[in-house]
């Protein structure tokens, strides 16, 4: 049995994961904002474990994690939260650049560092759910598109220290959606899909698919193609997760 740990389990891609490997009877420790928040998937994933940390404050991530029980080791750690307020660049706050990075740059640094033990202990998986918006910018997505493209940055690094010990990160940029965000503001590309189109991450495989992933810009234009950052890839959504 897999322990995963994942982030945006209320809504879209991340519920619909969620139930997938409570289906097939994984571990799983659903990562929420607050305690209401927690009770409310406590409620709706029956047998899942909760962990309270807010996303939007990535320093406090650390106390709020050391209050809290933590599994010995964690095969996977999912980041699929995320939140997008959209506006042009001329109108944009720094409430919103600082809350759009907290929630889907700087908290998934944190939480991964946090975790990486664990995740060594298992030799695990940390899997990016990032977006197209992560290769390329439209007019009034800067601070969502600017989010995602560090993340992108992020998982690439990560990739690369963590390669000589076969642990890596996989990034999946999905394509637009229905689902709102995890979060307040817009839907956009990355937070939702139906139930029974999302893809298990596997763990091992090397870093074929990293060397095989098109310049940004270039090769496959579709955003719901696999970004492939090595230690294992997310196949096409049209296949369902194993039973």
Avoid: C
Avoid at 19 to 43: I, S, W
Avoid at 47 to 53: D, E, H, K, Q, Y
């Amino acid at each position: 049995m897999a322990t995963h740990l994942i982030t945006g389990a209320g809504s879209g891609i991340g519920e619909a994961v969620a139930r997938r490997l409570l289906e097939r009877g994984d571990e799983l420790y659903l990562l929420a904002r607050d305690a209401g928040r927690a009770k409310e998937l406590a409620e709706r994933f029956p047998g899942a474990r909760t962990l309270v940390a807010d996303l939007a404050n990535p320093d406090r991530l650390s106390w709020a994690l050391s209050h809290q029980s933590l599994p010995e080791r964690i095969d996977s750690l999912l980041h699929i939260a995320g939140v997008a307020d959209l506006g042009p660049v001329g109108e944009l706050t720094t409430k919103t650049w600082n809350r759009t990075l907290a929630v889907n740059l700087v908290a998934p640094a944190e939480l991964t560092r946090l975790v990486l033990p664990q995740l060594r202990v298992s030799k695990g998986q940390v899997v990016f759910v990032n977006s197209g918006s992560g290769l390329n910018a439209n007019a009034d997505w800067a601070a969502y598109a600017a989010s995602k493209h560090g993340l992108k940055a992020l998982a690439d690094s990560l990739r690369a220290e963590e390669h000589a010990a076969r642990r890596a990160g996989d990034e999946r940029l999905p394509g637009p959606h229905r689902h709102r965000h995890a979060g307040e503001g817009a839907p956009a590309g990355g937070q939702g899909v139906p139930a029974g189109e999302v893809d298990r991450p596997r763990l091992g495989g090397g870093d074929r698919a990293a060397r095989d992933r098109p310049a940004a810009g270039r090769g496959d234009p579709r955003p719901d193609r696999p970004a492939g950052v090595g230690g294992g890839a997310l196949t096409h959504p049209s296949r369902t997760l194993p039973g």
